[in-house]
C-alpha cells in the first residue's frame, strides 16, 4: 500500500511539472510574437502623399495655346496735323464712349473757320440781293419795261449767289469738322492700354495717339490640328491655365477658320472669353484644351500612376499594408490632372503618390491624417 501510494504521489508531480512547463512554452511564443509584432517596422505617410480613386468626368481633346487679345480695340489716330495742346488720360485709365483724351493746338484751324463762317454770311447777303434784283427784274419783264436779256442776266446772278452760298457752307462745314477733330475723344468704352503722345509733341495726320481695349471680353486665338477638325463645333467649351494664375479659366469656340493654315497645316480657331471684373488681362499667354470628348470614369491623379516599368501600377493601401496592382489607363485629363483607370482599382482605393511609391509592397503603412488628397 505504501508503495502504491509512493507512486501515485509521482504521477501527479510529474503531471504538474509538464503543465507548468507548457505553460511557461506558451507564454514564451507570446512574448516572441509580441516582440516579433514590435520590432516590424510601421511605415507612416502623409495626406499629400495619398489620394482617393473616384468617380468623376474627365474631358479630353486637343491641346491649343496662344496669347489672349481684346475683342474690341481701339487705336486713335491724329485727323488732323499739329501741336498737342493737352492730353486728359494716361495708361490703364478707364475711360467712358466719348471722354475727352486729348486737345491740339486749333489756332490755324479756328482762323480757317472763323473765315469761312464770314465768307457764308457774305455769301448769304449777295444771294439775298441777286433774289431781290431777280424779283424786281420778273415784274419789270412781266410789265414789258425790260429786256429779256436782263432778266436773264439777273438768274444767272441769282443762281451765281446760290452755288456761292453753297460753296461757302461747305468750306464752312469742312473747317467746323477740321475743328472738331482738334478734340480728341474715346470712340468706346475701355481701358487707355497706349498713349503714344504728350503734351508739346508735334503729330500728323494718321498718327497714333491713344490705344483703348475693353477688357470686358477677351478671345484666344489658337490653331489646332486638321485631324481634330471634324471635332471642334461652335459653342464647345475651352479650359485653359494663364500664365500668372493660379486657377483654371473657361471659354468657348465662337468660330473656327474655314481655311487651313498653309504654313502650320493647321486649323484656327478663335475663342470668345467672358472677362468679368477684368480679372485678365491682354498679352497673357495662355494653353488649354478644347474638351471635344467628356465621360464619367474612375479617376485618380496623374502622379499617382507608377510607370517606371513596363506595366503601368497603382501603390494601394489594402488593410494597412501597400500593395501594387497593374492597372490599365483611360483617357488623361490634363485640365484636372486626372486619369482613366479603366481596370485595377474602384472607387474609394487609397493610393500613394510621389516619394509614398517607393514603400515595399507588403509594408505596413499608417496615414498621419485622415482626409485624402482629392
Do not use: W
Request: proline share 4%; hydrophobic share 45%.
Amino acid at each position: 500500500m505504501k508503495r502504491e501510494n509512493n507512486y501515485r504521489f509521482s504521477r501527479l508531480v510529474l503531471a504538474a511539472t509538464l503543465t507548468l512547463s507548457l505553460a511557461a512554452l506558451a507564454c514564451q511564443g507570446k512574448e516572441a510574437e509580441a516582440g516579433k509584432a514590435a520590432v516590424e517596422p510601421v511605415v507612416t505617410v502623409g495626406a499629400e502623399n495619398i489620394a482617393l480613386a473616384r468617380l468623376t468626368e474627365l474631358r479630353s481633346g486637343p491641346a491649343i495655346s496662344g496669347s489672349l487679345q481684346p475683342k474690341t480695340e481701339a487705336r486713335v489716330r491724329a485727323e488732323i496735323g499739329g501741336p498737342v495742346e493737352r492730353t486728359f488720360a494716361d495708361e490703364g485709365q478707364r475711360v467712358r464712349s466719348g471722354a475727352l483724351l486729348a486737345r491740339l493746338d486749333d489756332a490755324a484751324v479756328r482762323d480757317a473757320y472763323l473765315s469761312a463762317r464770314s465768307a457764308v454770311r457774305s455769301a448769304e447777303s449777295l444771294l439775298q440781293n441777286a433774289q431781290r434784283n431777280l424779283e424786281r427784274s420778273s415784274r419789270l419783264a412781266q410789265a414789258g419795261a425790260l429786256p429779256e436779256r436782263e432778266l436773264e442776266t439777273a438768274q444767272l446772278n441769282a443762281t451765281n449767289a446760290e452755288g456761292a452760298l453753297a460753296d461757302a457752307r461747305a468750306r464752312l462745314a469742312s473747317a467746323g469738322k477740321q475743328l472738331g477733330q482738334t478734340v480728341v475723344r474715346a470712340p468706346i468704352t475701355g481701358v487707355v492700354s497706349e498713349r503714344e503722345a504728350d503734351a508739346g509733341d508735334v503729330v500728323t495726320v494718321g498718327a497714333e495717339l491713344f490705344r483703348i481695349v475693353d477688357l470686358g471680353s477677351l478671345r484666344l486665338e489658337a490653331t489646332v490640328p486638321t485631324a481634330e477638325i471634324d471635332r471642334l463645333k461652335v459653342g464647345m467649351p475651352v479650359e485653359f491655365e494663364v500664365t500668372g494664375y493660379d486657377r483654371r479659366f473657361t471659354g468657348r469656340i465662337e468660330r473656327i477658320n474655314p481655311a487651313v493654315d498653309q504654313n502650320t497645316g493647321q486649323v484656327r480657331i478663335y475663342v470668345a472669353i467672358p472677362n468679368d471684373k477684368d480679372a485678365l488681362v491682354a498679352g497673357l499667354f495662355a494653353e488649354g484644351r478644347v474638351a471635344t470628348d467628356a465621360r464619367k470614369a474612375i479617376a485618380v491623379p496623374i502622379d499617382a500612376v507608377d510607370q517606371r516599368g513596363t506595366t503601368p501600377v497603382l501603390h494601394v493601401i489594402k488593410a494597412g499594408r501597400v500593395k501594387q496592382f497593374p492597372v490599365r489607363l483611360g483617357v488623361q485629363d490634363e485640365s484636372t490632372d486626372l486619369v482613366e483607370i479603366a481596370s485595377g482599382v474602384a472607387p474609394g482605393d487609397t493610393v500613394l503618390l510621389g516619394s509614398a511609391q517607393g514603400v515595399a509592397e507588403g509594408a505596413a503603412v499608417r496615414v498621419s491624417k485622415e482626409d485624402a488628397r482629392r
